[in-house]
């Protein structure tokens, strides 16, 4: 299965320093071009750490980045038009839809749209969720990491990140 990411799951796992958590993932794991300027070669520009994180993740072939052609994608020419999309966003999505692929991405307006689309979606406490289930993180560190996540601005509804926990807690130590 390939994985194609957006860019908050990306600089909220680096925010949180546990980018390594996608490392369990089928690989290819993709990075769309215009996801890629968004996050890293502006954010480096601007001197963030996670941006550089995503660079050496990038640099080590963790994540690939890939050119995604809108111009002929019938699902990129669709969602062009949704207001709440932006055009990382609908690279994303025109990218998964071709490859087959899940979208890794937290925001409701692109989830939405990928429901419409029939491309399946991912957020990134799932992958959290995923390492601790697989034993690269112990319960502890799944909720650090959820927790670091949230202090460094990763928005998660109340009752979500109460769901969160609690799935957390059942998969125990």
């Not at 300027?37 to 001197?47: A, I, K, N, P, S």
């Not at 999309?85 to 999505?93: E, K, P, T, Y």
């Amino acid at each position: 299965m390939s994985w194609v990411f957006d860019a908050t799951p990306l600089i909220y796992l680096a925010k949180a320093d546990r980018l390594d958590v996608i490392e369990a993932l089928d690989e290819p794991r993709l990075v769309p071009e215009a996801v890629h300027r968004e996050v890293v070669t502006t954010g480096v520009e601007q001197g963030y750490d996670d941006a550089r994180r995503i660079e050496r993740a990038v640099e080590g072939g963790l994540l690939e980045v890939v050119a995604v052609d809108t111009d002929d994608s019938p699902v990129a020419t669709r969602l062009a038009r949704h207001p709440g999309l932006s055009d990382a966003n609908v690279a994303v999505l025109a990218c998964a839809a071709a490859r087959d692929a899940v979208a890794v991405m937290d925001e409701s307006a692109g989830r939405s749209a990928a429901e419409v689309e029939g491309v399946e979606t991912r957020g990134t406490a799932y992958f959290v969720l995923a390492a601790v289930r697989d034993g690269a993180l112990s319960t502890a560190e799944g909720r650090k990491t959820i927790d670091a996540m949230i202090d460094h601005g990763w928005y998660v509804a109340p009752d979500v990140y109460t769901k969160i926990v609690g799935k957390l807690e059942s998969l125990g130590d």
